[in-house]
């Protein structure tokens, strides 16, 4: 399959890190990237808690940084304690949500089909989603890795995707905050074919144009091997997006 290179999205998840002090991490890297001396060659985008969204929204204004969710309620509004609708994200300076991370899979029994409804509440709301896949341990020393990101592909991706509202995030689940990679065949398999259910499910154009990251244990001394493979068109990045000189590092792999 030929090479495909979209523009990169580097999109840092900050999970449940982050007190108003982490604003001044997001404060770095606006300064960061608007004093160098060319415009960075990705995307850029931070996912803080939903708690410091507005005053991270505020210091990333007219940065060009993009902020996104982490999560959100399938439900615009209700009678639901303690959730957050991608109404309230997108009102709180959100352009984006994660769904389905792996962390929701596991800790709160999200399933496919609640993953593809969240990510068509994102749609709702005006926000891209970006939809997480990825095998477990056990997944993948069965063999199963193809069989699981294929069949979460299919049963996750909403209604109406396309390369301006959808994201797919390819994160095996043993690689996640671990400081495990897996091999770069193995990342070009998963998104190769990735790549080609998108095409098989959306069509020639949309399929090739949709973003596939990678996520999974990437920081700055791996990001150039990992940013360089085929179907990778950028990170989703947890532990090394909290400090913006980590952060930067992977930026600076473009
Ligand atoms: C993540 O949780 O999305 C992630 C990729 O985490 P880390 O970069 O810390 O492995």
């Not at 999200?110 to 990825?134: D, P, Q, T």
């Amino acid at each position: 399959m030929a090479v495909n290179r979209p523009k990169p999205l580097v999109a840092g998840n900050w999970k449940m890190n982050g007190l108003k002090a982490a604003a001044k991490e997001l404060a770095l890297l606006v300064k960061a990237v608007a004093g160098a001396k060319s415009k960075p060659r990705c995307d850029i985008m931070i996912c803080p808690p939903a708690t410091i969204l507005s005053l991270c929204a505020e210091t990333a204004r007219g940065s060009g940084i993009k902020l996104g969710g982490q999560d959100c309620h399938t439900e615009i509004s209700g009678a639901h304690t303690g959730d957050i609708s991608a109404e309230m994200l997108k009102n709180a300076g959100a352009r984006a949500c994660i769904v389905g991370h792996s962390e929701r899979r596991t800790d709160h029994g999200e399933s496919n089909s609640e993953v593809k409804r969240k990510a068509e509440a994102a749609h709702r709301a005006g926000l891209m989603a970006i939809v997480c896949l990825g095998e477990t341990a056990a997944e993948r020393s069965l063999g199963k890795t193809i069989k699981i990101v294929g069949q979460q592909l299919k049963a996750s991706l909403p209604e109406g995707a396309d390369h301006k509202n959808c994201v797919i995030a390819y994160e095996p689940v043993w690689a996640i905050g671990t400081g495990k990679t897996p091999t770069v065949a193995d990342i070009a398999k998963v998104h190769g074919y990735i790549r080609k259910r998108l095409i098989a499910l959306l069509g020639d154009e949309t399929g090739m144009k949709i973003k596939i990251l990678y996520g999974g244990s990437v920081k700055a001394s791996n990001a150039k091997e990992l940013m360089g493979i085929s179907n990778v068109n950028g990170a989703l990045v947890g532990g090394a997006s909290l400090k913006a000189k980590d952060f930067l590092g992977i930026i600076a792999a473009y």
